[in-house]
């Protein structure tokens, strides 16, 4: 309790530091600036491209959490600068960016926001690093329960500087209403950003290609994507549940297992060393998980947003939930399971083998599924939220 206690003081006190030195850059005029918080980035990207597919002349900068500055590490004139730093120079300039600019857009929860006034005519925009969920968040996550009265309203001074936020279906639009305690004004059905990569031909030919160059060996194998969400308290050391002698065994003749776990997962096995030929480990950035989808035959997740973008694809999937009962206890669900998931659900390798052999998916299923869930993602994403945001086009309501 006292350590707690401890942690909510230190909290309060950064946040009342970053208040006054926002307030202070605040008197500052606005300028014509985009900043991007950022700690997955994607998102970011296919925006601020679009900007200048457009050439729209506005200064833009990027505060990064991680490595998700690799998104801009080869874009000139440009802004880098990380955010959480102990840098002081990095935190004020972050923060004087932050008060001066017209629009602010975000991917994530950034607790810093509970301590920020914005200017009228300055926006905030979400944009969510996931188009869809199956797992609650925000202020419908089991966990707010147990928290203390200062956390949840500083929750909610978060989530109230979301002026807008970014969706692709309405409902999504609907569980973001619940979760961060907004209305529909604050929603925009732009559709997602990175979603555009589905449409664009070209990219998805050069992916191809290089994907085919690295990697020859894998043309005439058919590739099973395993890309499970991660588990709490399994970020330092993760537990993979699949049996991989037994998949290589049954399906190694034909079939290649690619993994791409979760970023934040820090200790593993070398699972490629020990099945090679087999298996290949993609958890690191040499191919984006957009890209991966597009090279995969198919995905094996669980309660991971992925299949939300997979659908885009029109290809099978096997929802691997070998834990449904204690994570749905856990964690909680927006809907019962079944209902949530285009796919079979298989607890053992034994029944993601036979599922595979016997190609029991229906297809039909997966594109109904990416109608409702990418209903305004088309392509247009990211024109039409630059649009919205730089060409004061603000048709962005339900249809």
């Given amino acids: 309790m006292i350590i707690k206690m401890g942690r909510e003081i230190i909290k309060e006190i950064y946040l009342l530091i970053y208040k006054v030195t ?3 850059f605040n008197l500052l005029p606005s300028r014509n600036k985009v900043t991007f918080v950022i700690s997955f980035g994607d998102n970011s990207r296919y925006v601020y491209d679009q900007i200048r597919r457009n050439k729209v002349s506005c200064e833009a900068v990027v505060l990064y959490q991680g490595s998700s500055n690799s998104y801009f590490k080869n874009v000139d004139n440009i802004d880098l600068i990380p955010l959480n730093s102990f840098n002081i120079y990095f935190y004020i300039k972050g923060i004087y960016h932050l008060a001066t600019s017209k629009y602010v857009l975000i991917d994530n929860y950034f607790g810093f926001l509970a301590a920020l006034d914005f200017k009228k005519g300055v926006e905030c925009i979400q944009l969510w690093h996931a188009s869809g969920a199956i797992k609650k968040f925000g202020l419908e996550d089991q966990s707010v329960v147990s928290r203390s009265k200062r956390a949840k309203a500083r929750f909610s001074k978060v989530y ?14 609907d569980y973001f209403i619940k979760a ?6 604050n929603i925009l059905f732009t559709g997602i950003p990175r979603t555009d990569f589905f449409f664009d031909k070209d990219s998805k030919k050069s992916i191809k290609e290089r994907f085919n160059e690295r990697h020859p060996e894998l043309l005439q194998k058919k590739k099973v994507l395993y890309a499970p969400t991660y588990r709490d308290g399994q970020l330092n050391h993760f537990e993979l549940k699949l049996d991989l002698n037994l ?17 934040a997962i820090k200790d593993t096995s070398n699972y490629a060393v020990q099945h090679p030929g087999f298996v290949y480990d993609f958890s690191s950035a040499k191919f984006d ?3 991966l989808l597009l090279i995969a035959d198919y995905l094996i997740t669980d309660y991971s947003s992925i299949p939300y973008e997979f659908s885009l694809l029109g290809k099978p999937m096997v929802f ?10 856990e964690r ?17 390798s034994e029944e993601i083998i036979t599922v595979i052999k016997e190609s029991s ?9 990416s109608r409702k869930w990418n209903k305004y993602s088309n392509g247009q994403s990211s024109e039409n939220l630059v649009n919205y945001m730089l060409f004061n086009n603000k048709k962005t309501g339900r249809e």
Avoid: C, Q
Avoid at 320 to 329: I, K, Q, R, V
Avoid at 361 to 369: E, I, N, S, T, W
């Fill in 332 to 348: 909680g669900l927006w809907d019962r399971y079944e209902k949530m998931v285009p796919g079979p659900i298989v607890k053992s």
């Fill in 160 to 173: 109230k500087n979301f002026h807008k936020v970014v969706v692709g279906s309405d409902v999504m639009a």
């Fill in 361 to 369: 998916f229906d297809l039909k299923v997966v594109k109904d599924y």
């Fill in 247 to 263: 998949m290589e065994k049954e399906l190694g003749d034909d079939y290649v297992l690619l993994l791409r776990l979760h970023p």
């Fill in 320 to 329: 691997f939930a070998y834990d449904l009962d204690t994570y749905e206890m």
């Fill in 180 to 185: 961060f305690g907004l209305s529909s004004k």
């Fill in 289 to 291: 998980i957009n890209e």
């Fill in 22 to 24: 926002f307030s202070i």
